[in-house]
């Protein structure tokens, strides 16, 4: 049972961490995920690197929606961003 909540809890932050780089994507940026630090160190050691390149993406954002609607989901950060696509 505790390798299974484990589990749950990498898969969650992978999740996350997915869904910020789609959102951010849809936002016009260019997303890098670093893994700046050895997984043997720490389970939470990526970084997101995002750079402004283009105009926002409604389809992107749809992209995005469609994952959250599928994962039945509601991030943090959708809430924080003004002017979503």
């Known amino acids: 049972m505790r390798k299974l909540i484990i589990l749950k809890a990498r898969m969650a932050d992978i999740i996350t961490d997915g869904l910020r780089s789609l959102l951010l994507e849809s936002l016009g940026y260019d997303v890098s ?7 043997l160190e720490t389970p939470k050691n990526l970084m997101i690197r995002v750079t402004k390149v283009r105009s926002k993406s409604k389809e992107i954002f749809n992209e ?3 994952l ?15 002017n979503l696509p």
């Open 33 to 39: 995920i670093i893994e700046y630090i050895s997984s």
């Open 68 to 82: 959250k609607k599928l994962l039945n989901v509601k991030p943090s950060l959708e809430k924080l961003i003004n």
């Open 64 to 66: 995005y929606k469609k």
